[in-house]
């Protein structure tokens, strides 16, 4: 907020050349809110500001800024104010920033790095996309069994200054084999003359470098940690990864799960960031997709073309019939896909969720059959727009209806869990996808109906 | 995992009456673990464990328990279990359950805890529902200025057992007025000779206790914090907020924003927890309204029954044009809702967005419209099924899929924004919300597109 509020008089400082006054209000600041004013100034005033930053300030307000900025940033800033950004951002960030770049920036940018950080970003960038290795931090403080608190107090001291964090500290061997972890309350809590083998339980959670970052937010969450350490295959301590890396985490796995049930593929940056053309490639594969599946709607309705000729008044209520079908679905489909991604439906759950969604769909499908019914029994009350069969249609309607929303809800429930069986993202079931699916069913549902019910009056 | 693992081991333990040795291993388990491995037991095997538990661990593990679990486990564990579990939880824990419980049941919880615990529950409880106030707890270590860091930590060790966490620490003066908060590796990096007055910055960010809870992840998200103090309308401490309690909000917002995406009101409990009756309630209120909307359809269908009539072809392609409508609506608002929730677009932005949607609706448009005109033209080479005037039909049709695309992706953008504008939750503006409001517009559209380009030959 506060970078935003203070836009103006910011902007009257960088105008009227007063550096030493602008220095000294942007240092004070909190690196985020920096980042915040950032984006909120062309590229001439962010790179005015972020050279008045002193180095120890200007990486982590860096690191807050949005990838297309730091991007723009980077090319435009000389080359020593890069490198000493490069090299202050803590190590994790720096991995996800040198990821997103092209290969030849990215080079280049380590090429500026001291040569221990060079191999260590070198390592980290080695573990595959979307691993907890891209997630952690190898800074961190170790200690040994043997040591006693107010030892392990005096090493933190010394030691513990480019820790990402001192809430947790590791205990690790001679191997550097992890043997527990120590939340620092166990620490302060204990009296200075214990040694570190009377709190450690030899119980920890930890995760691999190799698992998928949604099971770190998953561990995450069910065990409540603010950091987790990270071991390799032979369960050496390579890094750990901290709860406001894991939040970011959630809330893009959250995105791209809204993104995919709205039918389109997730989006890399945020909606204002990303280029036009790339929104309209994301959003087109699965159009087309769709629209193609969609046009059985329209094969499907050649085939009764014959009886709609004859009973013009079936047609008025297609859309009614399958828009009640897709909502339902996109309810069922809604529920099922999140309970999945949390963890409180599991895939052997199908049995269950399809009994549950068959007796609710059947209730919901009966309140709106009824509904229809009584709209078409009301209506041909003060005119005769259905004919002298109403009741006939009306019944060919209303039972449509029930049979489409049972049928909606049962396909929205279920193609969640048959994707996952198959390997895909459960969220690929999106709102249109089923919406699709049970138009082109729904349809035959309708018409078949209405044939056996109409036959030999309106058919 | 392990609680579902050793469920077997376990389930023998109880049925062999060895409550020694299970007693030692559900001790020696994390709390999460415990929780999980009563999920997957009866009612009466749950008590066993909870009964085995030492005080200290029964209660943590009691709080990760999902909510109709603690309240079945609450009516039948005796009384003096009950008192002790309930004192043993953690302020904000207890604080989330009785809010949850009928208020009878809540009472007679409360009854059971000490003079002390009560008054600070009450206190919890008369904050608002979904306030920064609900989610607090008063369990933290405070410390004045004056104080040296040595000072500091033996406080910490002696008083800082309940506290919720000692990552942070706070310093506030005689009238508990907040000065700073302290990232415990600043007091762990200082010369144990120096004074907080040394470390302290004066700048800190805080919640109010009338803050709402989005607006806690909000803040969490930008600043990178793991716990934020809570000050009162005066600046006075009131408590602590921790981040792993907002990433449990953060997820049921997002949660939330799903399912009203998906066109149902958001269940307050799991999928497979929430009663059938509830569940069919929760969805019946959107999807009658929905409905009911969606008559219109019928409405607008009935005007134009005389040009369906005369040439039924019309019909055929209904439900494909309304579709790709609600399917570019149902792309647009999923963005656009994840954008404005994220803060990633802020409301003054929509003009901005009109412009970017109507310019990718139009491009997604031309491109669908292409394949629909493609489609009639293939068809006609090899049918008569179109007649012979299907390049007429073939453009009515791709012209209208344009507009209704253009058309449905800005009213997808331009939901959210208008609910915002008028007070709603953008979240509203559901899938199943567009496509209704897509749908009879689309159908106009449709309608008027044909009878302008068929008018003189086919109707």
Redesign the interface.
């Known amino acids: 907020m506060i970078g935003k509020l203070a836009l103006p008089a910011i902007r009257e400082l960088i105008g009227s050349g007063d550096d030493k006054t602008l220095g000294e209000v942007v240092n004070?600041w909190?690196p985020?809110d920096v980042a915040?004013l950032a984006r909120h100034l062309d590229r001439r005033e962010q790179n005015h500001v972020l050279r008045l930053l002193e180095p120890a300030r200007a990486a982590p307000a860096f690191a807050y800024l949005d990838l297309d900025i730091q991007r723009r940033l980077l090319q435009s800033l000389p080359e020593s104010e890069t490198a000493s950004i490069i090299g202050a951002m803590s190590a994790d960030d720096r991995t996800t920033l040198l990821a997103k770049l092209p290969q030849s920036q990215s080079e280049r940018l380590l090429d500026l790095l001291s040569v221990e950080e060079r191999v260590i970003a070198r390592s980290l960038l080695e573990h595959a996309p979307g691993t907890v290795g891209r997630l952690m931090s190898p800074d961190y403080v170790d200690v040994r069994r043997e040591w006693t608190i107010a030892h392990v107090?005096d090493h933190?001291?010394e030691h513990?200054?480019d820790?990402e964090?001192?809430?947790v500290i590791y205990v690790v061997d001679e191997q550097n084999i992890l043997i527990d972890d120590l939340?620092?309350?166990e620490v302060?809590?204990?009296?200075l003359g214990a040694r570190v083998a009377d709190i450690v339980d030899d119980?920890f959670?930890s995760l691999k470098t190799t698992d998928d970052r949604k099971t770190a937010v998953e561990i995450?969450?069910?065990?409540?940690?603010?950091a987790l350490p990270v071991v390799d295959a032979q369960g050496r301590l390579a890094g750990i990864v901290t709860?406001?890396d894991?939040?970011?985490v959630?809330?893009r796995v959250?995105?791209e799960?809204?993104?995919k049930?709205?039918?389109?593929e997730a989006?890399d940056l945020?909606?204002?960031?990303t280029p036009?053309t790339v929104?309209?490639r994301k959003?087109?594969s699965?159009?087309?997709i769709?629209?193609?599946g969609?046009?059985l709607?329209?094969t499907a309705?050649?085939f009764f073309?014959g009886s709609?000729?004859r009973a013009?008044?079936l047609?008025?209520?297609?859309?009614?019939i399958?828009?009640?079908g897709?909502?339902?679905g996109?309810?069922a489909?809604?529920?099922?896909?999140?309970?999945l991604a949390?963890g409180?439906?599991r895939p052997r759950?199908w049995w269950?969720v399809l009994r549950?969604e068959f007796?609710?769909g059947l209730?919901?499908g009966l309140?709106?059959g009824s509904?229809?019914f009584l709209?078409i029994a009301l209506w041909s009350a003060v005119s005769t727009?259905y004919g002298p069969h109403w009741i006939l249609v009306a019944l060919s309607v209303s039972i449509s209806i029930t049979c489409v929303?049972v049928w909606g809800g049962i396909t929205g429930a279920m193609l969640p869990f048959l994707l996952r069986s198959l390997g895909f993202d459960p969220a690929t079931s999106?709102?249109?996808f089923v919406?699709?699916l049970v138009?082109v069913t729904g349809?035959v549902i309708y018409f078949s109906i209405s044939l056996f019910l109409l036959q030999g009056t309106l058919l």
């Open positions: 004070r909190h985020a915040e107090l933190v001291r513990g200054q820790s964090t001192l809430n939340r620092i309350r302060l809590l204990a009296p119980r959670v995450f969450r069910k065990y409540d940690r603010v709860l406001d894991v939040l970011d959630a809330d959250a995105t799960e809204i993104q049930f709205g039918g389109l989006l945020a909606y204002m960031n036009l929104m309209v959003r087109a699965w159009l087309v769709l629209f193609v969609e046009m709607t329209a309705m050649g073309e709609i000729a013009v008044v047609a008025l209520f297609v859309p009614l399958i828009s009640s897709g909502n339902a996109s309810q489909a809604t529920l099922i896909i999140r309970a949390l409180e439906a759950d269950l549950r007796a609710s209730m919901l309140i709106l509904i229809g709209r727009m929303v999106s709102a249109p919406a699709t138009d349809l």
